[in-house]
């Protein structure tokens, strides 16, 4: 590709870069988004790459680049459409969350702007940030992924193709557009999700007419970092998933990466499945999926931008994990490295265990 050294890439993390600007700060999704912005801008500025970036005005300027502080009465896109207007940037990379259309509503801003987004393709990001479509595709072209039925259409319950799997383990309860463990719930039985779906009606803690219910599957949770071309597929690296359950909710507390490298030939199968029913996955993406018993991986979900476990991966690659990707987007070339040792990575602080947030 061209001397990455001349770059000058736009990068925004939506939480710390003033997305959330008029708002309360999570605690946790602000320090999951600082540590995947300052791993991601060290990796860029390793290879001599020019940032620029914002920041939320509550939080310090990043390391490693040209930052512009985003006040509370400021309007974030505003802002951004500046920074993309006014500066000579030859990229764009953005991490954000699903929820809400917001990483696909990124991609339209850096497209509106004319500059090259270095990740998934916006019909990527649509296909996989809709979980039930994600997998109605996955499905069809014969992916094993784990079923849904939208929570405001599963009466009766009895009727339910996996009904007795979900009697006998649980029953999840998540958003169609969520991101990781947000707005998910588990049951493991059956009065217990009765009650919470007539709370729902009452109260909308989620929206029923958007929401999946599923089978609980025991296993092993597992994700994994992807690589991709337009055609070539690279699995990196194989991670185990600290997720535990606090009052009906999932809760991510980190991750085993590379932990589960000895199923990386496994995870390179089920990759190459996903992307071939879901060709608009370029750059890294990242799957969770659940290690059956019988050693069986089930496909949960896809995540279309970088994963948490991104911000190791330069510890553990022979090759700077940013220039990886920046060849497979820019240059349709794919590095056959893969991690080749691994790291815990534990975001099980106080704070983000009361889920504290930082106010406006």
Not at 69 to 96: F, G, K, M, N
Not at 341 to 353: E, H, R
Request: hydrophobic residues 40%.
């Amino acid at each position: 590709m061209h001397n990455k050294s001349r770059l000058k890439i736009w990068v925004c993390e939506y939480v710390s870069a003033g997305g959330l600007a008029s708002e309360p700060l999570p605690a946790s999704l602000l320090q999951e988004g600082l540590l995947m912005r300052d791993a991601l801008l060290a990796d860029l500025s390793a290879l001599g790459v020019d940032c620029i970036t914002s920041h939320d005005s509550r939080v310090a300027a990043p390391q490693h680049a040209a930052s512009h502080a985003v006040h509370p009465d400021e309007d974030p896109y505003t802002h951004w459409r500046q920074q993309l207007s006014t500066h000579d940037i030859d990229a764009c990379w953005v991490i954000a969350p699903e929820t809400g259309g917001i990483l696909y509503d990124m991609h339209t801003l850096v497209q509106a702007a004319n500059k090259p987004w270095i990740g998934c393709t916006a019909k990527g990001i649509h296909q996989t940030s809709v979980k039930s479509l994600m997998t109605d595709m996955c499905q069809q072209a014969g992916v094993p992924v784990l079923p849904y039925v939208f929570l405001d259409q599963a009466e009766p319950l009895e009727s339910l193709p996996w009904y007795g799997d979900a009697v006998l383990n649980g029953w999840v309860i998540k958003p169609d557009d969520g991101a990781g463990c947000e707005s998910t719930y588990y049951f493991n039985n059956m009065l217990e999700l009765i009650e919470f779906t007539n709370k729902n009606k009452l109260n909308e803690l989620v929206s029923s007419s958007r929401c999946l219910l599923q089978p609980y599957l025991p296993g092993r949770a597992l994700s994994m970092s992807v690589l991709s071309t337009l055609d070539q597929v690279k699995v990196i690296a194989g991670h185990e998933q600290l997720i535990t359950v606090q009052e009906s909710m999932f809760r991510f507390q980190g991750a085993g990466v590379n932990q589960a490298a000895d199923y990386l030939p496994a995870m390179q199968d089920l990759a190459e499945q996903v992307h071939r029913a879901i060709p608009g996955l370029l750059g890294y993406w990242g799957a969770d999926m659940i290690l059956t018993a019988d050693n069986q991986l089930i496909l949960v979900e896809v995540n279309p931008r970088l994963t948490t476990p991104y911000m190791a991966l330069s510890q553990l690659l022979s090759t700077n994990p940013a220039e990886m990707i920046l060849d497979a987007v820019l240059n349709q070339l794919l590095n056959p490295a893969i991690a080749k040792s691994s790291t815990t990575l534990t975001l099980t602080t106080a704070a983000i265990a009361r889920e504290e947030s930082l106010p406006v």
